[in-house]
T-cell receptor, first 115, second 116 residues
Framework: GENVEQHPSTLSVQEGDSAVIKCTYS??????FPWYKQELGKRPQLIID?????GEKKDQRIAVTLNKTAKHFSLHITETQPEDSAVYFC??????????????FGAGTRLAVHP | EAGVTQSPTHLIKTRGQQVTLRCSPI?????VYWYQQALGLGLQFLLW???????NRGNFPPRFSGRQFPNYSSELNVNALELEDSALYLC???????????????FGPGTRLTVL
């Protein structure tokens, strides 16, 4: 079945450093890859997404890259700040005859940014 | 504009009981999704409804079911509750079903279900 693997499970960085989280997916028909940030006790919030017709997308300190051939996509956070500390989830869309909108999530990466 | 809302916020049930969770999507959104997030774990896809129809379901037993109403709100029903059903149940909504630019899923705050 469809699967998304996410690494690392935990990541600790110093404020100002960069953080990279990597995901691989199994469904070759996936064409939409969102990233969500979930702070403790709160709902997942979309931070950036990418579609299969582009290889890279950037929004201020956050960027996502996609390699469809290798079925890899990555989240890059530059100049990390303490408020970036949270759990980050990658996801890929999947589905069947009813449509391709269900999201398969990775297991999450707990990012800690130390002042 | 109001976001996705869910009720109740918290729920405590005992094994064998039944529970109904409710979700109201963002105005104009026709698709509603349900996900289960067990403590410390990722999100597992449960169900997807669009225009009142079930479009897809995840690998969950039939005692997990739901429906979508004409106003696009949705209910998730869980029968014969088991201890492992304890989790945060998240609802999300999106604008389209076609995988186009409008299909970003926006999450509600979730319902925390505890089964004793």
């Amino acid at each position: 079945g469809e699967n998304v693997e996410q690494h690392p499970s935990t990541l600790s960085v110093q404020e100002g450093d960069s953080a990279v989280i990597k995901c691989t997916y199994s469904d070759s028909a996936s064409n939409y890859f969102p990233w969500y940030k979930q702070e403790l006790g709160k709902r997942p919030q979309l931070i950036i997404d990418i579609r299969s017709n582009v290889g890279e997308k950037k929004d201020q300190r956050i960027a996502v890259t996609l390699n469809k051939t290798a079925k890899h996509f990555s989240l890059h956070i530059t100049e990390t700040q303490p408020e970036d500390s949270a759990v980050y989830f990658c996801a890929a869309n999947s589905g069947g005859t009813g449509g391709y909108n269900k999201l398969i999530f990775g297991a999450g990466t707990r990012l800690a940014v130390h002042p | 504009e109001a976001g996705v809302t869910q009720s109740p916020t918290h729920l405590i049930k005992t094994r064998g009981q039944q529970v109904t969770l409710r979700c109201s999507p963002i105005s104009g959104h026709t698709s509603v999704y349900w996900y289960q997030q067990a403590l410390g774990l990722g999100l597992q896809f449960l169900l997807w409804y669009d225009e009142g129809e079930e479009r897809n379901r995840g690998n969950f037993p039939p005692r997990f079911s739901g429906r979508q109403f004409p106003n696009y709100s949705s209910e998730l029903n869980v029968n014969a509750l088991e201890l492992e059903d304890s989790a945060l149940y998240l609802c999300a909504s999106s604008l389209t079903i076609a995988g186009g630019p409008g299909d970003t899923q926006y999450f509600g705050p979730g319902t925390r279900l505890t089964v004793l």
